[in-house]
């Protein structure tokens, strides 16, 4: 088992060191194409949760994403996911990419 590890935090006073049971849960959640022009961003950091969750979150965060939400596909660390959204759970440092339908070939 791998010991715990203190983690560096980078804030506007500078570095402060910070005890690994007291490190930040995220999310790292990346926008694509329509997403990215819905929101005006390309990514985000969220809690982990379920996915549904996470897509509630999205959209009150970012409105017009409530648009394009319903039209996109999901990966998780780069596996996608189906089903229940809020069945789905993505945990602890783990990337969500928010795949907006493509056009061409």
Same mark, same amino acid.
Do not use: K
């Given at each position: 088992?791998? %010991?715990?590890?203190?983690?560096? *935090?980078?804030?506007? #006073? +500078?570095?402060? @060191? #910070?005890?690994?049971?007291?490190?930040?849960?995220?999310?790292?959640?990346?926008?694509? /194409?329509? %997403?990215?022009? /819905?929101? +005006?961003?390309? +990514?985000?950091? *969220?809690?982990? &949760? !379920? @996915?549904?969750?996470?897509?509630?979150?999205?959209?009150?965060?970012?409105?017009? @994403? /409530? $648009?394009?939400?319903?039209?996109? !596909?999901?990966?998780?660390?780069?596996?996608?996911?189906?089903?229940?959204?809020? $069945? *789905?759970? *993505? &945990?602890?440092?783990?990337?969500?990419?928010? @795949?907006?339908?493509? /056009? &061409? &070939?």
């Amino acid at each position: 088992m791998e %010991a715990s590890r203190d983690v560096s *935090v980078f804030t506007d #006073l +500078g570095s402060v @060191l #910070l005890p690994a049971n007291l490190r930040c849960m995220t999310v790292s959640v990346r926008l694509f /194409a329509a %997403a990215r022009a /819905a929101a +005006g961003v390309g +990514g985000v950091q *969220v809690d982990p &949760g !379920s @996915l549904g969750t996470i897509l509630r979150v999205l959209e009150s965060d970012y409105p017009s @994403l /409530a $648009e394009v939400l319903p039209r996109c !596909s999901y990966l998780v660390d780069g596996v996608a996911v189906h089903g229940d959204p809020d $069945e *789905v759970m *993505v &945990g602890d440092g783990l990337e969500l990419d928010v @795949l907006p339908p493509f /056009a &061409g &070939g």
